[in-house]
C-alpha cells in the first residue's frame, strides 16, 4: 500500500519536522499514524466508524500531504479484501477536499471504485472536471454548495455508478469541512446534510465503514459524526 522506505522514514521521525507545507510530524507520529490506520482496520471489521487523527485520503505512496501520513482507508480496503474476503470496495469520499491519495493508490485497480465529491477549484488542486476515468469518479461542486446540490450529486451521479459496480463494501472518506461553519473550505452542508449523505453510503452496500478525514470546527464537529452516525445506523 505505502513503500516500506517511506513507512520506515515515518517510524524513523526523532524530533519535530515538517514533511510538507502542511504536515508537521513529531516524535510520535509514526505511532499515532499506526493506530488510525489500525482503527481503519477495525471499523472494517465491525462495521464501524473510526474517529481518528491523522486523517489519511491525501496521503500518497510515498509521502505524506496535506496532515495525512498514511491513508487509513486505503490501508481499510486492502485488509478487507485479503483478509475479510471482501472482493470489490467502492471507497465515497465527502471531505471538501479531493481524495488525491486514495485515488492515486487505486487508480489502476480494478478492484476499487474511488469516488470524490469536492469543492472545486480548491486545493489540492486534483479532481477537477474531466478527472474521472474507469474506476475514478470525481463530482467537483463549486463554492457554496450545500444539501441540496449534494444531494443531487448522489441521486445522478454517485448512487447509479456505486450500484452498477456492486461493491461488498462501501468505505466513507468522511469528512466534514463541507459543512457550512467549517474554516477551511466556502461550502453549505448542515447536520442534516450529513445525516443524510451518511445514510446514502450506507444504503449502497451490504457492508460498511467509515473513516474520520477532515472537519476543523472543534465546536460543530461532535454534532456532525453524531449525525452521520444516525445516518449510517438508521440505513442498516
Do not use: K
Request: glycine content about 12%; overall charge negative; charged content about 20%.
Amino acid at each position: 500500500m505505502h513503500d516500506a522506505g517511506y513507512v520506515d522514514s515515518i517510524e524513523a521521525i526523532a524530533a519535530d519536522i515538517w514533511l510538507d507545507g502542511d504536515t508537521y510530524a513529531g516524535s510520535t507520529t509514526g505511532e499515532a499514524a499506526r493506530l488510525a490506520a489500525g482503527c481503519a482496520i477495525t471499523a472494517v471489521e465491525r462495521g464501524g466508524f473510526a474517529l481518528v487523527r491523522p486523517p489519511g485520503h491525501h496521503a500518497l505512496r510515498s509521502r505524506a500531504m496535506g496532515f495525512c501520513i498514511f491513508d487509513n482507508v486505503a490501508v481499510a480496503a486492502r485488509h478487507a479484501q485479503r483478509e475479510l474476503g471482501l472482493e470489490r470496495v467502492a471507497v465515497v469520499d465527502f471531505d471538501v477536499h479531493h481524495g488525491n491519495g486514495t485515488e492515486a493508490l487505486f487508480a489502476d485497480d480494478p478492484t476499487v471504485l474511488t469516488v470524490s465529491l469536492h469543492q472545486w477549484p480548491f486545493w489540492p488542486g486534483t479532481g477537477g472536471p474531466g478527472s474521472s476515468s474507469e474506476g475514478i469518479v470525481n463530482v467537483p461542486l463549486g463554492a457554496g454548495s450545500g444539501d441540496a446540490e449534494y444531494r443531487l450529486a448522489f441521486e445522478d451521479i454517485v448512487e447509479p455508478v456505486v450500484r452498477a459496480f456492486n461493491p461488498d463494501l462501501v468505505l466513507v472518506s468522511a469528512g466534514f469541512d463541507a459543512h457550512r461553519e467549517d474554516p477551511m473550505a466556502e461550502m453549505a452542508v448542515t447536520t442534516e446534510g450529513f445525516r443524510d449523505l451518511a445514510a446514502r453510503c450506507a444504503a449502497l452496500a451490504p457492508r460498511i465503514g467509515a473513516v474520520l478525514e477532515g472537519g476543523y470546527n472543534l465546536e460543530t464537529l461532535p454534532e456532525l459524526v453524531e449525525a452521520a452516525l444516525e445516518g449510517f445506523e438508521g440505513a442498516g
